[in-house]
């Protein structure tokens, strides 16, 4: 984008692109593990292909500049990214939408407390006391989820640690390399592709019964083509949005997806929801807008006092 602005007409198709895509993306993908079965750390890698060849059109057409970086430092940042996709997609795999959707959200909380511990970073009181009503939230929506599952639950957990762990690293390697998130991604989504063709014969099949080279039906092998597109239209369009709106209509954004993402599993998949989970939902919902209200105040404030000195 190399600094320009969005015509506004543009840019109101990016964020209706990405506010599907990202929809889709968890509806499709939850179809093809209930109904084809295919398997997930091949999706993951697939997807990761797509990315890495989508990235190099962009480039080829001046969408971003790409940015040689050291190959020794991008591996520990490719592996979290292997593990994030990879468990958030076990955790879609294993348990309803809503459950999977209201374990993401853990990931501000974990993020704080790693941000805390270990690397010193202080949070206002009123940021820390978000985090009860969206844990709590989590909690009361697991509780009562009848799919309940103790691998769905594990998944879940495990793709919300990695998840933090990876945001944290990318944003100190975007600031470490001075790089934007796509020319970051162009590194990882290849070498992330790598990792996943050395470890997956160790985990799934690739040849015979359920395999990469198993005769997949026509509408299985569309969806998983389709999968991929989508996964690196969100990749895309979230780069855009950032480097072209407000971290408010980002953030709003994301809460329309929040809301559009649990009503539609409940509705497409049939998802059992009791009274509890609605209040589990209410409360998780309820504790993350008040977070993006305190987290952007706060930002405001600190730019008024950079543009004041």
Known sequence: MHGKQLHPAVLSFCLLANLLSSICIVFVNKWIYAYHKFPNMTLTCLHFVI???????????????????????????????CGFVVLTNLSLQYNTIGTYQLMKAMTTPCIVIIHTLFYGKAYSAKIKSTLIPITLGVFLNSYYDV??????????????????LYQIWVGTKQHDFGVNSMQLLNYQAPLSAAFLLFTI????????SGGLFWPWSIEAIGLVTLSGLIAFLVNLTIFWIIGNTSPVTYNMVGHMKFCITLIGGYLIFNDAMKLHQLLGVSLTFLGIIVYTYFK?????????????V
Do not use: D, H, W
């Open 51 to 81: 990315t890495a060849f989508g990235l190099q059109v962009c480039s080829y057409f001046n969408i971003f500049a790409p940015k040689t970086l050291p190959i020794k430092s991008m591996i520990p940042l490719s592996l979290s990214f």
């Open 147 to 164: 799919k309940f599952n103790i691998f769905g639950t594990f998944f879940a957990g495990a793709g919300v640690l990695v998840t933090s």
């Open 296 to 308: 952007l105040e706060e930002q405001k404030s600190e730019k008024r006092i950079i543009n004041k």
């Open 201 to 208: 014969p160790f985990f799934e099949p690739v040849i015979g």
